[in-house]
C-alpha cells in the first residue's frame, strides 16, 4: 500500500480543472474558496466520484466524514456505534469507546439522535468513525457548528491519528485556520 495519496491528469467537471498532486500521509488542509471544487476532490479521492482517465492511488484504506449526516431521528447513538462496529466486523465494545471518549459521550451515546443538538450529532458521527481503523481519514468541515469543547474533541482524535503514522485530509473554513496554518500541510485549490 502505497503511503502517499497519488493523482495525476483528474479532471473536475463543474470547475473546469485538472489535479496533479502528492498528498502526503501528515495533517493536509484542503482550502479554497466556496464553490473551488474541495468536496468535489474528496469525493474522487474517497472513490465516491470515477473518472476513467484519471490516476488516484494510494487511497486504498479511507473514511470519508462528509457534511451529510442522515439518520432517523429514532435511532439511538450506542445502535449507530454496534451498527458501525459490525459493519468492521469488530466486537462491539461501547464501554471501551464511553472510557476512551469521556463521560460527556457516555451521555449523548444513551440519547436518540433526534435528541441531540447539531454539534452533538457532529460529534458522535466523527467520534464513531474516526474510531475506525484506516490509514487516511478525510473530514469535510468537521469543525463547522460545534463548540470549543467539541472541537478540541475532535482535534484529540486527529492528534491521535496522526500520531499513529495516518493520513488526514481536512477542509475547514472555520477558527482552526491558525492551527492549520501552523501545523498543517496547506493545499489550495
Not at 20 to 48: F, Q
Amino acid at each position: 500500500m502505497e503511503k502517499d495519496i497519488n493523482i495525476k491528469n483528474l479532471r473536475l467537471p463543474y470547475v473546469e480543472k485538472t489535479v496533479n498532486l502528492c498528498i502526503k500521509r501528515e495533517l493536509n488542509h484542503l482550502k479554497g474558496n466556496n464553490g473551488t471544487g474541495k468536496t468535489l476532490l474528496l469525493d474522487y479521492i474517497s472513490g465516491i466520484r470515477k473518472d476513467k482517465k484519471a490516476m488516484i492511488s494510494g487511497n486504498e484504506s479511507i473514511l470519508y466524514i462528509n457534511q451529510s449526516i442522515f439518520f432517523s431521528d429514532r435511532l439511538l447513538c450506542e445502535d449507530f456505534l454496534k451498527f458501525v462496529y459490525r459493519m468492521e466486523g469488530k466486537m462491539v465494545e461501547v464501554t471501551e469507546f464511553e472510557k476512551h471518549n469521556g463521560e460527556h459521550v457516555r451521555t449523548l451515546l444513551k440519547k436518540q439522535w433526534g435528541m441531540l443538538s447539531g454539534g452533538e450529532r457532529k460529534l458522535i458521527y466523527i467520534l464513531i468513525l474516526m474510531s475506525i481503523n484506516r490509514e487516511w481519514y478525510i473530514l469535510d468541515e468537521p469543525f463547522a457548528f460545534l463548540d470549543t469543547m467539541k472541537k478540541n474533541m475532535i482535534w484529540a482524535v486527529i492528534d491521535e491519528k496522526l500520531a499513529q503514522g495516518k493520513g488526514v485530509i481536512l477542509v475547514s473554513h472555520e477558527d482552526e485556520q491558525d492551527r492549520l496554518k501552523d501545523t498543517a500541510r496547506i493545499i489550495s485549490i
